[in-house]
């Protein structure tokens, strides 16, 4: 028999996952700001779905069941309308406000999961995120005393949006994962959302010049790897013990921001940034307990 990964190895794939995307979100903003949104996710996109059939249509076993298609389907109605408003909202905002925006996600899912999975949310779980999304409430205290910006204010608005999407994202994560393997979830997603976008593109999309080829192909690759490897995790922990890993993806967000958009780094955003830390390792801690208790 193979033996489970353990709670703790689980969590630290989910936190990678994470890493990888944030870092796709830097790539993401840099071409957003040259081409626009929606060219930016539609070709990405469109080199995603060759990334990932390469992987998933060779060792496929044979289609998905119409069930299992209902929930790609549903999953890559709501993760195009929530890629779409992250990052037209990204490219107004700075890269660890939008990400601190979108840590409402986790929270949400916590209780997402609970009416959508019947899973059972424990105190610890709920005491993880409320320590987290008070460091997001530091985070945004910062941000408040900024000069009032409309075009920042507009990003704002698409980024909530945006994360109240993810919410039921991730949620939809969990449950796409124990149907489907990881190559079918990143191959299903890319073409989902491809197809969407495919149909509004004849209208608004444009060819971008060939020397922006490289960056769309990172940002694939980092989409595409990042699919796999929260799908594997999503398949081994419930959703409300792994959603507090996207809190991890703001301290990504700040690195990237000040190295790539020089974006400076307040000293709200790292006292937030601690109780974020803090409410993961909560998270983490608090599940390795409970299984080594179960064990006896």
Same mark, same amino acid.
């Given at each position: 028999?193979?033996?489970?990964?353990?709670?703790?190895?689980?969590?630290?794939?989910?936190?990678?996952?994470?890493?990888?995307?944030?870092?796709?979100?830097?790539?993401?903003?840099?071409?957003?700001?040259?081409?626009?949104?929606?060219?930016?996710?539609?070709?990405?996109?469109?080199?995603?779905?060759?990334?990932?059939?390469?992987?998933?249509?060779?060792?496929?076993?044979?289609?998905?069941?119409?069930?299992?298609?209902?929930?790609?389907?549903?999953?890559?109605?709501?993760?195009?309308?929530?890629?779409?408003?992250?990052?037209?909202?990204?490219?107004?905002?700075?890269?660890?406000?939008?990400?601190?925006?979108?840590?409402?996600?986790?929270?949400?899912?916590?209780?997402?999961?609970?009416?959508?999975?019947?899973?059972?949310?424990?105190?610890?779980?709920?005491? $993880?995120? #409320?320590? &987290?999304? =008070?460091?997001?409430? %530091?985070?945004? *205290?910062?941000? +408040?005393? /900024?000069?009032?910006?409309?075009?920042?204010?507009?990003?704002?608005?698409?980024?909530?949006?945006?994360?109240?999407?993810?919410?039921?994202?991730?949620?939809?994560?969990?449950?796409?994962?124990?149907?489907?393997?990881?190559?079918?979830?990143?191959?299903?997603?890319?073409?989902?959302?491809?197809?969407?976008?495919?149909?509004?593109?004849?209208?608004?999309?444009?060819?971008?010049?060939?020397?922006?080829?490289? $960056?769309? #192909?990172? &940002?694939? =690759?980092?989409?595409? %790897?990042?699919? *796999?490897?929260? +799908?594997? /995790?999503?398949?081994?922990?419930?959703?409300?013990?792994?959603?507090?890993?996207?809190?991890?993806?703001?301290?990504?967000?700040?690195?990237?921001?000040?190295?790539?958009?020089?974006?400076?780094?307040?000293?709200?955003?790292?006292?937030?940034?601690?109780?974020?830390?803090?409410?993961?390792?909560?998270?983490?801690?608090?599940?390795?307990?409970?299984?080594?208790?179960?064990?006896?």
């Amino acid at each position: 028999m193979t033996r489970a990964p353990s709670p703790a190895l689980v969590f630290g794939v989910a936190v990678t996952g994470i890493a990888i995307f944030s870092s796709m979100d830097a790539v993401m903003k840099g071409l957003v700001l040259q081409l626009g949104a929606f060219d930016t996710l539609f070709w990405r996109t469109l080199a995603g779905i060759v990334l990932t059939g390469a992987i998933y249509l060779p060792a496929r076993k044979g289609w998905p069941t119409r069930s299992v298609m209902r929930v790609h389907l549903i999953r890559g109605g709501v993760s195009s309308v929530m890629a779409v408003t992250f990052f037209w909202g990204l490219a107004r905002v700075p890269m660890a406000q939008a990400i601190a925006l979108a840590f409402i996600a986790p929270l949400l899912a916590l209780f997402g999961a609970a009416l959508v999975l019947k899973e059972r949310i424990p105190p610890r779980a709920i005491a $993880a995120s #409320l320590v &987290a999304f =008070a460091g997001v409430g %530091v985070i945004m *205290l910062g941000q +408040a005393t /900024a000069a009032p910006d409309p075009d920042r204010f507009r990003g704002t608005v698409a980024v909530l949006i945006s994360a109240i999407c993810y919410a039921y994202n991730i949620v939809l994560m969990r449950q796409q994962a124990l149907v489907a393997g990881p190559s079918e979830v990143a191959f299903f997603q890319s073409v989902i959302v491809g197809g969407l976008f495919a149909i509004v593109a004849p209208f608004i999309a444009h060819v971008p010049d060939a020397h922006h080829a490289p $960056a769309i #192909l990172l &940002a694939a =690759a980092l989409a595409t %790897v990042s699919l *796999l490897i929260l +799908a594997w /995790a999503y398949a081994r922990g419930e959703a409300n013990y792994l959603a507090p890993t996207e809190y991890t993806g703001f301290i990504w967000a700040s690195i990237w921001g000040w190295v790539v958009f020089r974006e400076p780094v307040a000293t709200y955003t790292l006292a937030g940034a601690a109780l974020i830390i803090t409410g993961c390792l909560i998270a983490a801690r608090r599940r390795a307990v409970e299984n080594v208790e179960a064990a006896f």
